[in-house]
């Protein structure tokens, strides 16, 4: 399909594939399409990526992008496909310091607007305007949804309901670009507490900021009728040893 979209649409031909020694790359049907199209097949040498350096980098970027895209928004991970798309999407067209500052989209014979639609945050909460009509007046005008890129054959965005599983690839879209439809997760590898682990937890094992507030107010008294029995030399010893296990041993200057 990939061969055929090359040919097709900016009639150049596939001379050379190269790949690993993957089993997909290694079987009949491959070969005999290969013989077909008169495309000579590359492998490189088992257990050495470096032979084919070019795939291996250009697969990191992805993976990065990919990663990106997720951890900003928070997406699960089975929207993982989405965001593979989007990276590739957004890579041919940014600038690239290999091509002097072009773009790999600019690149192409007969290659149009880069962007066709403004780009936006994966993963960020989107409103789907709904213009059905079958609405009715007190119903909901959009739907809430996660933006998860851009349509290949269509001029709009994709969009997802994860209540209902509908897609939708629509124009007419709201985007709240700073939400995230899953909310915010803890630390990568961290578990949250739910509300009913929180519950459980007793409040007594808490230390409030009253309670420290109450103590200092109990604990300030004593130690100030120390100070002042310790000037007139009557320091008795119950209020002496209780400044002591508030405070620790006091020593004072001579005078």
Not at 90 to 102: A, D, E, K, T, Y
Request: charge should be positive; aromatic fraction near 12%; charged fraction near 20%.
């Amino acid at each position: 399909t990939f061969i055929a979209h090359v040919e097709t649409q900016y009639g150049a031909s596939v001379k050379t594939f190269r790949s690993d020694n993957a089993r997909e790359y290694m079987c009949q049907s491959v070969d005999s399409f290969f013989q077909k199209k008169g495309i000579v097949h590359e492998t490189s040498c088992s257990y050495t990526p470096p032979q084919n350096g070019v795939v291996e980098r250009k697969n990191r970027q992805l993976l990065n992008m990919t990663w990106a895209l997720l951890f900003q928004r928070h997406v699960p991970k089975r929207y993982w496909g989405d965001a593979v798309l989007t990276s590739a999407y957004l890579i041919n067209r940014l600038p690239s310091h290999v091509l002097n500052g072009q773009t790999p989209y600019s690149m192409l014979p007969g290659s149009h607007e880069p962007f066709s639609l403004s780009p936006r945050v994966f993963g960020c909460v989107c409103f789907i305007h709904n213009h059905s009509p079958h609405i009715k007046k007190l119903d909901p005008r959009s739907i809430k949804g996660i933006f998860l890129g851009y349509s290949p054959t269509q001029k709009g965005y994709k969009c997802r309901d994860p209540s209902t599983g509908h897609a939708y690839v629509t124009k007419n879209v709201t985007f709240l670009e700073h939400a995230s439809y899953f909310g915010e997760n803890p630390l990568q590898g961290e578990n949250s507490m739910s509300k009913e682990e929180y519950s459980q937890y007793s409040p007594s094992q808490e230390i409030q900021f009253t309670d420290f507030l109450d103590y200092r107010r109990e604990s300030v008294g004593p130690s100030i009728e120390v100070l002042e029995q310790e000037k007139n030399g009557e320091c008795s010893t119950g209020a002496e040893e209780e400044c002591n296990r508030l405070f620790g041993q006091v020593y004072y200057r001579r005078r």
